[in-house]
């Protein structure tokens, strides 16, 4: 198997972006010599081409890193689950160009009862142009964002699973199943809950292993809707996990507790379900003709660390949860936006010396406040009195809107807020999808820069305008001077002052152009 063609010498930047050495690493070991390595053929290579890695993937490509992602998968996945994009991953989408695409394939439900399927709806005036959830199928949303990587330049190999590596002062010698050896600066582990990239590491992934299990699918079923609506009703008392809800053209999303925990490597067959449904509600509703059928666990567990030196995690690699909430796939995608433009910039050796730090600073927290809301939610399902009683109360307190409120900014990732120091309360918290003058301001964020919207129209970015770009607008609807916006949206500075500019410029963006 081939390697894709790309220059052999790295960049002359190769070497600014070196900030540690094997020595600083326990554990890893330095070749003899530089002449026992391969040549850096890549700058990064992503181990799992799910949404995370082919996001990533694409982040990177943005700014001209080399990318080589591998799939140890030969065929994309054939089951077609729906999954869920909640609010802030769509705005993400459309700051780089991808939503409309993505919309075409999807369809969208109201952005309500998500935390622990209380039935809620969204609370009014939600802070975003794209407050729904977008029902996608699995399948479709891996292939867009893929495509979108491979558009932009990204290597995709598939059959390739990676075996060992080994990381040294200049990157990462990767070794593929096959015994084919392959060299980059950095490897990302996007390699799933199981990831090999994250054991071979000798990251630690506490948690707790999975006590519950439930089964999950969609297929057609053979009774009248009145029916199911009437039963389901009647098995909510005692039974939470448990729902038949349609999905268009006769088809049902079903979930019903499994019997016990078992191999989830041994997907669950349509007899499962009949069984488990007829122990539960007296009747198998007559189903048939699966799209797909799965089951999942309890288990939650998050990687001690997010790097160790030239290797590095990002999705469900680096944490898993239970799916309720919908959360898992958007959160690995966000790690792919947050991670992607700081590595690109300590590729191309202008990131400031704290800059890829700031991944594990700012993401592991927002991944310990997931797990920790999908433990509520789990225990909000179960049917011992005392969770019962506790979801009877919360139901109640979601009638008021600021708490109702607050667990929807939670589930959708929009009440995130990056701790940058004091400040207003914007700072550190996305920017919603604001009119400007030309336009849009998320159609501006396309190419993955930082953005300085100045309304004074006095201030400049100088010698950053190779990494940031620069909108004077007096008119953009905002109660502060200027803000200066990172590549993933978040802002980075509020004020009117070309120093204090200066210095938040050099923080995130590193040391002018000469």
């Known amino acids: 198997m081939h390697s894709p063609q790309f220059p052999a010498e790295p960049p002359s ?27 850096l053929v890549f700058d990064v290579i992503i181990a799992g081409c799910g949404p995370t890695g082919a996001m990533l993937a694409a982040e990177l490509r943005l700014h001209d890193v080399r990318v080589l992602v591998l799939e140890k998968e030969t065929e994309p996945k054939s089951f077609v689950r729906i999954v869920g994009l909640h609010i802030r991953s769509l705005e993400l989408m459309a700051m780089r160009g991808l939503l409309d695409r993505i919309l075409e394939h999807g369809r969208q439900r109201p952005a309500g009862g998500f935390f ?52 040294d002062d200049e990157g990462v010698t990767v070794e593929l199943a096959g ?8 490897l990302i582990g996007c390699d799933g809950g199981r990831s090999t990239v994250r054991k071979l590491l000798g990251v630690g992934f506490p948690g707790e292993p999975s006590r519950t299990e439930t089964l999950m699918g969609e297929m057609e079923v053979g009774v009248p809707q009145e029916e ?28 019903v507790p499994a019997a016990g925990v078992s191999d989830r490597a041994e997907p669950p067959t349509l007899e499962d379900f009949k069984q488990r449904l007829r122990t539960i509600a007296g009747t198998d509703f ?27 995690l990002a999705g469900d690699a680096a944490h898993i949860h239970p799916p309720i909430g919908g959360q898992g796939l958007n959160l690995g995608v966000q790690d792919a936006f947050n991670l992607g433009w700081k590595l690109a910039a300590q590729i191309r050796g202008w990131a400031p ?36 009683a506790v979801r009877r109360l919360l139901t109640e307190l979601m009638d008021f809107d600021e708490v109702n409120r607050h667990l929807i900014e939670k589930i959708t990732a929009i009440g995130i807020r990056y701790d940058f120091g004091a400040g207003p309360d914007l700072l550190g918290r996305r920017l919603r999808d604001i009119d400007v003058k030309q336009g849009h301001l998320y159609g501006l964020l396309h190419r993955g820069r930082g ?26 609807v905002l109660d502060v001077p200027c803000v200066l916006l990172r590549p993933d949206g978040h802002v980075a500075w509020i004020g ?7 210095d938040h410029l050099s923080r995130w963006f590193g040391k002018p152009a000469d």
Not at 179 to 186: H, P, T
């Open 13 to 39: 930047n190769d070497g600014v972006e070196h900030d540690f050495t094997a020595g600083d690493v326990p554990g890893l070991r330095s070749p003899a010599s530089g002449a026992d390595r391969a040549p």
């Open 116 to 167: 622990a399927a209380i039935p809620k709806p969204a609370p009014k005036g939600l802070d975003s142009a794209h407050a729904y959830l977008l029902g996608i199928p699995q399948p479709v949303i891996e292939h867009l964002l893929e495509e979108h990587a491979i558009e932009l330049g990204a290597q995709v190999r598939r059959g390739c699973a990676v075996a060992g590596f080994e990381q």
């Open 179 to 186: 015994g084919e050896q392959l060299r980059s600066r950095y």
């Open 228 to 255: 199911i609506t009437a039963k389901v009703t009647e098995i909510h008392e005692t039974h939470q996990p448990f729902w038949l809800r349609p999905f268009g053209e006769g088809v049902y999303s079903v979930v």
């Open 286 to 312: 007559g189903v048939h003709s699966p799209r797909w059928l799965s089951r999942f666990g309890d288990a939650t567990r998050l990687a001690e660390r997010y790097r160790v030196g030239r290797v590095l």
């Open 353 to 388: 010396e704290t800059l890829l730090d700031t991944y594990q600073a700012e993401r592991h927290p927002v991944a310990e406040d997931v797990l920790d809301n999908t433990r509520a939610q789990m225990e909000l399902l179960s049917t011992e009195p005392g969770p019962r």
């Open 451 to 476: 953005l300085l919207l100045d309304r004074t129209e006095r201030l400049t970015v100088g010698g950053w305008s190779d990494r940031v770009d620069y909108l004077a607008d007096p008119t953009a």
């Open 496 to 502: 009117d002052d070309q120093q204090d500019l200066d």
